[in-house]
């Protein structure tokens, strides 16, 4: 399996994070008002059975989705995660390239509310839905 980064992705720019730095490079891709966000699967990122992990899954939708939060509204601070939950659909396995997109379905002035959706291959790996604070600090 090729591990060539998909045209029109770049690296994304964080600031130094102790939990998430070991599990990229994360990259990106700017797409209908949102941010599109991509990884190739590791072994490091893998269950026994050779596919991404459920909690890898999770730190990725909890990140997809704050993301968007942020490009999608008018928020312009750092976001708390109120809730966080996926329906896993199908298997990532190793060396498949993870994309993840997302839509917030509603904003107000406490909470953000957005769902995503992961696919490998073209194939449904994960339904991602949140709901997230924003705290006023920024980002």
């Not at 995660?81 to 298997?91: Q, V």
């Not at 993870?98 to 449904?124: H, I, Q, T, Y």
Request: glycine share 12%; aromatic share 8%; charged share 20%.
């Amino acid at each position: 399996m090729s591990s060539e980064i998909p045209a029109g992705f770049e690296p994304i720019a964080m600031r130094p994070n102790p939990y998430i730095d070991p599990l990229g490079p994360l990259y990106g891709m700017r797409e209908d008002g949102g941010l599109v966000i991509g990884l190739r699967i590791e072994r490091r990122h893998c269950n026994p059975a050779g596919n991404c992990h459920g909690g890898m899954l999770m730190t990725l939708a909890d990140m997809l989705l704050i993301f968007n939060a942020n490009e999608q509204t008018d928020h312009e601070s750092f976001m708390v995660t109120i809730n966080l939950s996926c329906d896993f659909l199908g298997p990532a396995p190793e060396g498949v390239w993870l994309e993840g997109r997302a839509k917030v379905r509603r904003s107000g002035r406490n909470l953000v509310f957005v769902d995503g959706l992961f696919e490998a291959g073209g194939r449904p790996v994960a339904r991602v839905n949140g709901i997230f604070k924003p705290t006023g600090e920024p980002r």
